[in-house]
Each structure stands twice: as structure tokens, then as C-alpha cells.
């Protein structure tokens, strides 16, 4: 079992999150009970935890519902009033704030009677969430709190105050293992609601399907005649749209030394930031690092047609292990003057045997692509452009 010790919340919150398409009633099929029924949807919500969770601020309740999103939009509004001036071209732009709205909606489907009775409850629940709490709900004369929400959205909206970065380091920008660091450490803040975004409903709307022929309800059972409950009707699938504002318990901004107040607002994502490089082996400026990256394909492009030229069985070892083999061969040729024994005349072929060459080199010296480069790359390209204007190659 997955350790969840750094989860907030009640024991309540705990089984709330837990769905099973016959809490509170058995499957009949006729007249035989517990009839084996494995609900698919119920084990995603179950074991990979792909819900979404409401709680009332006032109350502290929660509600879940299975991710069956048809909808998840987030909007972003820059505001700023405009003021025209006589004789001026553009009007003023003042900025005033930038603010966040959500629409969510998603599907209930029920694939039991009581599954179907569950989710009307759980709607229920839902609507009442949209309620002030009250000092008197008798008399309804002082609110004394108004009915603020929690949302969560697995890790695509949820509560990013006091959210810690990612320390993958930053030795290079091509360093792969330093920076699947990032990609291993994202997830969901929890699954508790209280790790969700504070705001409010601002509108809620529930389509019960009525109407769709499609979708249908079901009519009540009594478990204990199993006769028809008069009047008495659950949907099969309730589709709820909500308009959602967010309430962020954070600041929110860019500071003077151009860091934003939040770095993990709004997902949770930490990135690899290249300008935070530890040495300057990929250049200080554009044209430097044009040239890096320009050294680097070249760099690997020698070290995979080593690896393709060398790693065979007599790659580097001659027939019974005498002698250097290939590599010692390709050597010698490379070595070879105009007019000797073993000259390369071919210059495709005599570039790709020095860039075979080059790349068991630095093999040797230790370089890896996945690593990153490392300080040298413009003197081994130099090596083997050399290589192929003069004909030889020394290591160094």
C-alpha cells in the first residue's frame, strides 16, 4: 500500500474516497442475490485514485465523484482599464488585476441501483455546498460564513501555497539523469480535499437525463419484494457543469529579480531552467551556444559510428585476440600519405572512418551524450576536422 503519512484530512474523508457499486445494495439478478459484479470504473477511482473531490470550507465535509470529465477549461483575464487622452495616438492602459475562472463538468454514470442512489446523494451533498452557514439557520439573519468550496482535480488544480520545488541540480543542460529527476518527483499533492483550490461555485447545474433514451433510470427496487417502489426514480446518469473561482492562498506576482511569488502555481511542475547552468561549458551568449550544441551533434554523431564500427568481436581485438583489430586498421589508414599502402581515397569513407575514430577517443576520455558534454568539445571537433584535412590523428 502506497504511504500516504503526509495526507490531511479525517477518517471521513478517507471512506468517502472509497467506491463500490453495492454499498447499499446487494446485485439481484431475479431471485438470486449477490450476484459477482466488478464495476471497472470503480477500480480506476479505487486503486489509481482518478476522482474529484469537493469540501465545504464551513462544514469540513467532502464529496467525491469519479473522473469522468467531459469538460475542465481554465480562463485567465488580464484586466485594465483604458482612459483616452485628447492629442494622444493610443489611449492609457492601467493594469488593474488578472483573474481565474474554471469551468468543470463531468458525468455520473451508475452501473447499479445503488450506485445510482449513491450519486443522487452525492449530488445532493454537492448542492447544499452552495449554502451560507448561518449563526441561526432558523431564522436566516446573520451569515456567518459564506459557503466557500475546496475543488480538487487530481494534480491539475489543487492548492499550490507553500509547494516545493524540485532540486534535480542544474550541472548541465543535456545531463538526462539529472533531469528525470523533475519528471520522477511530479505528482498530486495528496489525496485528501483539503489539498484543494479555495474558492466558489459561482453556478452549478445538474441535467438528470430524463429525457435521453440513451442514458435512462432506473426504478426502484424494494430489496426485501423486490417489487416496484411507486413514484419512485434514479437516473442512470447525472451530468453536472460547474463554474468554478478560485480564492488563491497565495501571493502571486513577479518579484525585482524577476522570480515569480509561486513557482509551482497553477500544476505543480518544476522545469529544468538552463539559465541556471553551473559552469559556462555551453557558451554565455547565443552565438556560443550555437556553436556547443554544433559541437555536440558532432561529438555524437563520432561516438555512435563507434560504437557501430567497433563494438563487433574484432572491433578492437584482431582474430584469436592478436593485434588491435579494426580500430588499429582504420589507425593506420588514417595515418597513411597520399600514394601509400591502405590510403583512404574515398572522402565520404575517409570522414566517416575519422569520425569513428574520434568517437572511440572519447569514449575512452569518458564522454556520454546522456551525461552531457564536457569541457573539450571544441578542441576534440578541431581533432577531427584535422583529421580529415591532413590524414592523421593523435589522441590527446
Known amino acids: 500500500m502506497a504511504d500516504n503519512s503526509d495526507e490531511i484530512g479525517s477518517a471521513a474523508d478517507f471512506y468517502n474516497q472509497i467506491f463500490d457499486a453495492h454499498r447499499y445494495k446487494k446485485n439481484r439478478v431475479g431471485r438470486k442475490d449477490d450476484v459477482f459484479y466488478a464495476d471497472g470504473s470503480d477500480g480506476l477511482a479505487n486503486l489509481k485514485k482518478l476522482y474529484l473531490s469537493f469540501q465545504h470550507v464551513g462544514s469540513e465535509k467532502s464529496v467525491y465523484f469519479k473522473a469522468f470529465i467531459t469538460a475542465f477549461n481554465e480562463s485567465y483575464t488580464s484586466n485594465w482599464n483604458t482612459e483616452t487622452v ?147 426514480i434514479l437516473p442512470k446518469v447525472i451530468e453536472v457543469v460547474i463554474s468554478f473561482t478560485p480564492i488563491h492562498e497565495h501571493a502571486l506576482g513577479w518579484d525585482a529579480n524577476g522570480n515569480f511569488s509561486e513557482k509551482m502555481f497553477p500544476y505543480g511542475v518544476s522545469l529544468y531552467d538552463a539559465g541556471q ?77 575519422a569520425s569513428a575514430v574520434a568517437g572511440e577517443a572519447m569514449t575512452e576520455r569518458g564522454y556520454s551524450d546522456s551525461e552531457g558534454t564536457v569541457k573539450g568539445d571544441r578542441e576534440r571537433v578541431q581533432d577531427m576536422e584535422t583529421i580529415g584535412d591532413e590524414g592523421g590523428y593523435t589522441p590527446g
Not at 487530481?154 to 492548492?159: A, S, T, V
Not at 555524437?300 to 584469436?320: D, H, I, N, V, W
Not at 588491435?324 to 591502405?342: C, I, P, T, V, Y
Request: hydrophobic share 30%; net charge positive; no cysteine.
Open 277 to 353: 547552468n553551473d559552469s559556462n561549458a555551453e557558451g554565455a551568449t547565443w552565438q556560443q551556444a550555437v556553436q556547443s550544441e554544433s559541437d555536440r551533434v558532432k561529438l555524437e554523431q563520432a561516438r555512435q559510428a563507434a560504437e557501430a564500427r567497433y563494438s563487433g568481436m574484432f572491433g578492437k581485438k584482431g582474430l584469436f585476440g592478436i593485434g588491435g583489430g579494426r580500430l588499429a586498421r582504420d589507425q593506420r589508414r588514417l595515418s597513411a600519405k597520399e600514394g601509400e599502402k591502405g590510403y583512404i581515397k574515398n572522402d565520404a569513407k575517409r570522414a566517416y572512418i
Open 86 to 232: 485628447f492629442g494622444r495616438g493610443d489611449p492609457i492602459h492601467t493594469f488593474t488585476q488578472t483573474t481565474k475562472q474554471i469551468q468543470l463538468s463531468f458525468v455520473i454514470p451508475a452501473a447499479s441501483e445503488s450506485e445510482a442512489f449513491e450519486n443522487l446523494g452525492k449530488v445532493q451533498s454537492l448542492s447544499q455546498f452552495l449554502y451560507p452557514n448561518y449563526h441561526n439557520v432558523q431564522q436566516a439573519q446573520t451569515i456567518a460564513q459564506g459557503p466557500l468550496v475546496r475543488l480538487k482535480v487530481m494534480n491539475l488544480l489543487q492548492n499550490m501555497a507553500n509547494s516545493s520545488t524540485t532540486d534535480g541540480g542544474q550541472a548541465n543542460f543535456r545531463n538526462l539523469k539529472t533531469k528525470s529527476t523533475y519528471f520522477k518527483e511530479y505528482k498530486s499533492k495528496g489525496l485528501s480535499p483539503g489539498f484543494g483550490q479555495l474558492g466558489f461555485i459561482s453556478s452549478l447545474t445538474v441535467n438528470h437525463n430524463l429525457e435521453n433514451r440513451e442514458s435512462g433510470v432506473f426504478e426502484k427496487l424494494d430489496p426485501d419484494t423486490n417489487q416496484t417502489v411507486q413514484n419512485t
